[in-house]
């Protein structure tokens, strides 16, 4: 069983829905991450948290809101989404410094209609 | 910009052939090397890694990665594989001291028995 949780597994959400992705680790991890997967594609980043800061933000549209709590949660507010971002939203968390490699969640599958 | 490149994007092979899956990226400073495997169906799992050391890898299920730095690769290899090796495997890099984590494109392996 990996040892990020993402909740929920599967979303569906019209374009004018509000919705949020979980992610909690209990590793004692200080850097977590949001990463998209299109299908057959590698995954992108998207933002990237160190020490509940925020300290990467790949050009991400403001539909997509991250938020990091505490050091053992992460959320990605979701607002007026595209069809286009229907995909595989995978979180990770590591050691600070990825030389240590990401664990990585199972993903939300979100579909947007 | 730094980019990951894997050559082969689909690989067939019968249980017992030998595997070695090409990585080439573009970044002349310090990198972490990153093998991860997504099983159908599965999350992310890391194979191996590399930030130092013997640039001979050994990582779980019979994987060995090698790092060669004048030919700016990191191949995968596995002497004889399995029906079970069956997923899409993906090349990441890490460069300096940053927290993002580079994609190569994928390899999808298939293992026929």
């Known amino acids: 069983d990996t040892e990020v949780t993402q909740t929920p597994k599967h979303l569906v959400m019209g374009m004018t829905n509000k919705k949020s992705l979980k992610c909690e680790q209990h590793m004692g991890h200080r850097a977590m991450y949001w990463y998209k997967q299109k299908a057959k594609k590698p995954p992108e980043l998207m933002f990237v948290y160190s020490y509940e800061k925020l300290s990467i933000n790949e050009s991400v549209p403001s539909r997509f809101s991250p938020e990091c709590p505490n050091s053992s949660l992460l959320n990605l507010h979701l607002h007026a989404l595209q069809p286009e971002d229907s995909a595989l939203y995978l979180c990770a968390s590591s050691q600070v410094g990825t030389k240590y490699g990401y664990t990585f969640g199972s993903g939300t599958r979100l579909t947007v209609v | 910009a730094q980019s990951v490149s894997q050559h082969n994007h689909h690989v067939i092979l019968s249980e017992a052939a030998s595997l070695e899956l090409g990585c080439n990226y573009s970044y002349g400073g310090t990198v972490n090397l990153f093998w991860y495997v997504q099983y159908p169906g599965q999350h992310l799992q890391l194979l191996l890694k590399?930030?130092?050391?013997?640039?001979l890898v050994k990582g779980i299920k019979g994987f060995e990665a090698e790092f060669i730095k004048s030919k700016f690769s990191f191949n995968l290899r596995k002497p004889s594989v399995q029906w079970s090796d069956t997923a899409e495997y993906f090349c990441a890099v890490n460069v300096g001291n940053t927290d993002k984590l580079i994609f190569g494109t994928g390899t999808r392996l298939q293992v026929f028995p």
């Open positions: 590399y930030f130092s050391g013997d640039p």
